[in-house]
């Protein structure tokens, strides 16, 4: 394929096997610097980053998250096994939580494209990436806000880890593009 940015597009996947190899900083900052990048509802901007390094620190964070739901209840209807606080962030080197102010009507589609660009520029550097919906109740945790930095104003919108994908994502499952109707 020619074009780079299509090419990125169609082969980014969520990688949840990573490499013990941390990520160096000058790559994060330019994860970070695409995020910032992305459009925002008037130019709003809304998004803040928590950088956590370390499996230790990140462990930490997992074991915190993992309090915050039934592990049983959710186990059972998504039919996953989550017993180790490691297991839910997949040994990632890199932890970036993205928050922003809770009031703001657009967050979650600011934060969308912001995260977007960051798995995208990830992607384009060698990096893979995976959004952890499971660290959600992070955003319910006091002592890990604290720890985060993040304001009592703000809302955990992204829990996202990166690190060297363990193996080259080769199978790209089929994708169709539904159109319901196209009017001239």
Known sequence: MENEVLKCIYTRRS???FKDKLVPKEIIEKIL???VMAPSAMNKQPWNFSVVEGKGNITRFGEKALKGWN?????????????KADSIFFNAP????????????????????????MFLAAHSLGIGSCWIGF???LDKDKTARKELGIP???????PLVFGYPMTENKRIPERKVNILKWIK
Do not use: Q, T, Y
């Open 15 to 17: 990688v949840r096997s």
């Open 33 to 35: 610097k695409a995020g």
């Open 71 to 83: 592990l049983m209840s959710v186990a059972a209807r998504l039919g996953v096994m989550l017993k």
């Open 94 to 117: 890199l932890l970036i939580v993205v928050s922003g102010k809770k009031k703001w009507m657009f967050l979650k589609d600011d934060i969308n494209l912001c995260v977007e660009n």
């Open 135 to 137: 660290a959600l109740p």
């Open 152 to 158: 009592m104003n703000n809302k955990i919108v992204a």
